[in-house]
């Protein structure tokens, strides 16, 4: 299950109803804009029932419906700059955008900089705002790179939707525009390839750590965390000096709950933060569980942004051959099976 995590911090199941059938197939769009330089993905319909009071829940409380993956290749040739989200009905309508409870892409070939999986690309939450990153700066994806998205629906509207599409807008620079090149920097602090990433909380303060290195150095431009109910910070930690680098608090109710968690962004250049290749660093995930009870899966913690690499051509290659990564793609969703993929690039 991936977080809710905007796109400034680039790292961040069959739909309910029944069986799909021609009716209510879903049509991905991908249309590419070269005058705007965006990329344009359309999605639906999807039917989505009221869960407003459904008994059966999850993710802290929240009944959610999840899509299969959405496959599609990356048309544009240019490096992503950013990405904007908005949801509609058939008709042109506005839904709101809260029913979506999380959106994640992930790029099936290239690796991601610290977890031997593919990489995740960003995501889209509940809080998530439209970015795009500043001029010259972009995440390389080459043409025809592989891409798949799914979406996690909560719908508590109080009444069933039959048509809800989602629009993403994701821009690009052309090559000769990209000056800093940048990547997605996902960490977690209980990843488990084939597995679930969330973990049981205990009663009371508990704390979860991950040690981990950087196979190579560079910089970090911005930063943002995913935490559940009962959080209380997300820390990296130098682990040889025992020293906390970054600490960021969970926006918390009196009662526990948890609304969002701190950003931070540090600049680029000589203002980003520097991360050492082959440092063993730690994340640290706390929480204060005052529920007086344990919450069987009901911790996460996570520290995601946008990392800028000192050289980019050292980045860890994809290796299909590698248990860790084949347990990964064998824990992702299938293909949404009745999807119908239309591509519309102008002559």
Request: hydrophobic residues 40%; contains cysteine.
């Amino acid at each position: 299950m991936m977080p809710s995590l905007p796109i400034a911090l680039f790292a961040l199941l069959a739909l309910g109803g029944g069986s799909p059938d021609r009716a209510t197939c879903t049509t991905l769009t991908v249309e590419l804009d070269t005058v705007r330089h965006e990329v344009v993905i359309t999605a639906g319909p999807f039917v989505l029932e009221d869960h407003s009071n459904m008994p059966d829940m999850d993710h802290n409380g929240m009944h959610m419906a999840e899509t299969d993956m959405m496959r599609f290749e990356w048309p544009a040739i240019g490096s992503l700059r950013g990405v904007d989200l908005s949801l509609h009905d058939a008709s042109g309508k506005p839904l709101p955008t809260h029913i979506l409870h999380h959106l994640a892409m992930y790029n099936f070939d290239r690796r991601g900089l610290i977890h031997r999986q593919v990489e995740r690309l960003f995501a889209w939450g509940q809080d998530t705002r439209a970015v795009v990153l500043p001029s010259g700066v972009a995440v390389p994806l080459p043409k025809g790179e592989h891409l798949g998205f799914l979406i996690a629906w909560h719908n508590d509207l109080g009444y069933d939707i039959k048509d809800a599409y989602v629009r993403m807008t994701l821009p690009y620079a052309k090559p000769r525009d990209v000056k800093l090149q940048v990547f997605p920097w996902y960490l977690d602090v209980h990843n488990v390839n084939g597995g679930r990433n969330s973990f049981d909380l205990p009663a009371g303060r508990s704390s979860q750590r991950l040690d981990f290195q950087v196979p190579l150095s560079g910089r970090l431009i911005a930063v943002g965390g995913h935490m559940h109910d009962y959080a209380l910070d997300v820390r990296l930690v130098d682990s040889a000096r025992r020293k906390t680098l970054i600490k960021l608090d969970a926006e918390r109710a009196k009662n526990g709950d948890v609304h969002g968690t701190e950003r931070f962004i540090f600049g680029f250049h000589e203002d980003a933060f520097p991360i050492r290749a082959h440092h063993t660093y730690a994340l640290v995930s706390d929480y204060d569980n005052t529920s007086g009870q344990a919450i069987a899966d009901g911790g996460m913690g996570q520290l995601n942004g946008i990392f800028q690499p000192d050289r980019p051509s050292e980045w860890p290659a994809l290796d299909l051959n590698d248990p860790e990564v084949q347990a990964d793609l064998k824990s992702l969703p299938p293909d949404l099976s009745c999807t119908e993929n239309v591509s519309r690039v102008p002559n």
